[in-house]
């Protein structure tokens, strides 16, 4: 594993980084029974990673109201911007441990995956070197991101634009609903539809609700001319 490639730096400490890139399909027992893999260090990047980026935005954005903050953030922290940043910045699917089934079903290339080895990533490095580390990096990643979104180039939040516009009309909000999902466990697509009053759009597919439910969004706002 050529962590200098990762981080732009080789690390001392290679056994945080090792379990930051050990998927759970993949996980090692250790002595005490407990087991191994990098989800408790996804979490904690995932905090570090958000504290980052709002920190960025708020200085960067000093005329911008919160909710403008909120809808960037959103946006350049998600799966869609972090598993691109995983193959193409950090490298990241060549040295994923995957379980054998999860490697045979196409994991080192899944959105999900690739998002949570980023944060379990700077997780790592938040404990291996401290959090102005940890944060050097994440704006290294997610600056670019967050200028793209500011340039609108980047992916749209259909969820807030479609609940923005259907607000103002109606005062009422937009209903989810999980309509089925499909596939084995490891690897669920998710089907939703989005009712406004009488109207349904959908289903539309994703990897997991939340996209499920974008995708959904983004199919009545193209429907609705609200692009």
Same mark, same amino acid.
């Given at each position: ?46 905090? /570090?990673?958000?504290?980052?980026? +709002? ?5 960067? &954005?000093?005329?911008? #109201?919160?909710?403008? !903050?909120? *809808?960037?953030?959103?946006?350049? /922290?998600?799966?869609?911007?972090? +598993? ?5 910045? &950090?490298?990241?699917? #060549?040295?994923?441990? !995957?379980? *054998? ?10 959105? +999900? ?115």
């Amino acid at each position: 594993m050529s962590l200098s490639k990762i981080l732009g730096f080789y690390p001392d400490n290679l056994q945080i980084y090792e379990q930051a890139l050990l998927h759970k399909s993949s996980s090692v027992e250790t002595g005490d029974g407990k087991w191994l893999n990098n989800e408790r260090l996804e979490f904690l990047g995932d905090s /570090v990673l958000g504290l980052a980026t +709002a920190a960025f935005l708020y200085n960067d &954005m000093s005329q911008n #109201k919160e909710g403008d !903050l909120a *809808k960037i953030k959103a946006n350049v /922290v998600s799966e869609q911007s972090l +598993a691109p940043i995983a193959v193409e910045k &950090m490298h990241i699917d #060549k040295y994923l441990v !995957l379980g *054998k089934g999860e490697e045979l079903s196409g994991g080192r290339t899944k959105k +999900a995956i690739l998002a949570d080895a980023v944060e379990a990533v700077i997780g790592a490095l938040y404990i291996d070197s401290g959090y102005e580390s940890a944060e050097r990096l994440v704006l290294e990643l997610i600056i670019p991101e967050i200028r793209k979104v500011q340039s609108d180039h980047g992916s749209k939040d259909y969820k807030t634009l479609l609940q923005e516009f259907y607000q103002k009309k109606t005062n009422a909000c937009p209903s989810y609903s999980l309509v089925r999902t499909t596939g084995p466990d490891h690897d669920r697509i998710f089907y939703v539809s989005v009712k406004l009053g009488d109207v349904v759009y959908g289903p539309a597919s994703g990897k997991n609700k939340k996209s499920a439910e974008q995708a959904a969004a983004g199919v009545a706002c193209k429907a609705l001319g609200i692009e």
